[in-house]
């Protein structure tokens, strides 16, 4: 499939079949391929915590969040789930990834002199400059590559993702045992889709005029009707969303999988536990002096 179609086909699948196990060796194409984005200074602090349903511990299993209202229930069904996680101190060892660089001739043209370069100018100034680009956000947009670049593959290989925020985390950090210098970005729940490989449509997104500019904020980049044709053919511009059939197939996929009206009984257990959750990791974390 080309690199246009499968970017038109992904779309957050939220409805997986809990019983078809993942390959692993799928989950491994996914990690290979967030290994290969693009990294600022090659840092590469974007780290993955592969969590297998079949083998996981039951600690772990325990520790999956409940989730939000409307996507709770796709923790539950998912075979697999990545801990997308970003590893600060990474950034700690940047020079060493800059002399890397050098070396691979993928920065600089005469390596002694971008050695010296990096040693006496560039690698003071991060250092100098580390806690400002700790906040500055590259380093997240960058392991938000690594993940898009995860996510592409994973539906080239069939499978169905969709990516989850966590927000009380403390159960979560304390039984996968991670080291203080990760953060929790998200949860992708991975798995063979339940749903119609169309899932409803393309998602609404708003238009590109509004979105982009071309020499001047606020001057829209023209949008050419050509070019949108072509991306129709090419399958990456697909049907909107919602298919005139996709409230029968959500009805019948939360009957096959038992999944409760989204904003029905289980909605309230679900926010008395993340209030309950957030509230007790605010105070651990007070007593722990974070
Ligand atoms: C970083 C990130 C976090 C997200 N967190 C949640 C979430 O907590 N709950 C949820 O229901 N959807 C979550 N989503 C999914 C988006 O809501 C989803 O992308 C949106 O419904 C659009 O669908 P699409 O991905 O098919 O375009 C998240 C998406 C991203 C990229």
């Excluded at 297998?52 to 789930?81: K, M, N, Y």
């Excluded at 940047?94 to 002399?99: E, F, P, T, V």
């Excluded at 370069?117 to 100034?125: A, G, K, N, R, T």
Aim: charged fraction near 25%; aromatic fraction near 6%.
């Amino acid at each position: 499939m080309e690199l246009k179609e499968v970017i038109g086909n992904r779309r957050s699948i939220r409805f997986l079949l809990p019983h078809k196990p993942v390959e692993r060796e799928k989950i491994q194409k996914m990690l290979e391929a967030a290994t290969l984005s693009s990294f600022w200074g090659n840092v590469r602090a974007l780290r993955a915590l592969v969590i297998e349903r079949d083998t996981a511990a039951q600690e772990v299993l325990d520790a999956i969040p409940p989730g939000t209202a409307i996507g709770g229930w796709q923790f539950r069904l998912a075979p697999v789930l990545i801990v997308w996680l970003v590893d600060w101190s990474a950034i700690d060892v940047q020079g060493d990834r800059l002399h890397e660089l050098v070396d691979a001739g993928a920065a600089g043209i005469d390596q002694e002199a971008s050695h010296r370069y990096l040693d006496e100018s560039l690698i003071p100034f991060f250092k100098a400059a580390g806690d400002s680009i700790k906040s500055g956000g590259m380093t997240e947009l960058d392991c938000g590559q690594g993940i898009a670049q995860a996510t592409l593959v994973a539906f080239e290989e069939g499978l169905g993702t969709c990516l989850l925020g966590v927000p009380a985390q403390k159960k979560l950090r304390r039984a996968l045992e991670l080291p203080e210098s990760c953060d929790i970005l998200c949860v992708q729940t991975v798995g063979y889709p339940a749903e119609s490989p169309e899932a409803g449509g393309q998602r609404p997104r708003l238009p590109l005029e509004q979105l982009y500019f071309l020499n001047s904020y606020g001057e829209s980049f023209p949008r050419s009707e050509e070019v949108v044709e072509e991306l129709k053919r090419d399958r990456m511009l697909q049907e909107p969303a919602p298919l005139p059939w996709r409230f029968d197939e959500l009805r019948y996929l939360a009957k096959a999988l038992d999944i409760p009206p989204i904003f029905g009984e289980e909605v309230v257990e679900i926010g008395q536990e993340m209030v309950k959750e957030m509230s007790e990791a605010q105070g651990e974390g007070e007593g722990e002096g974070e």
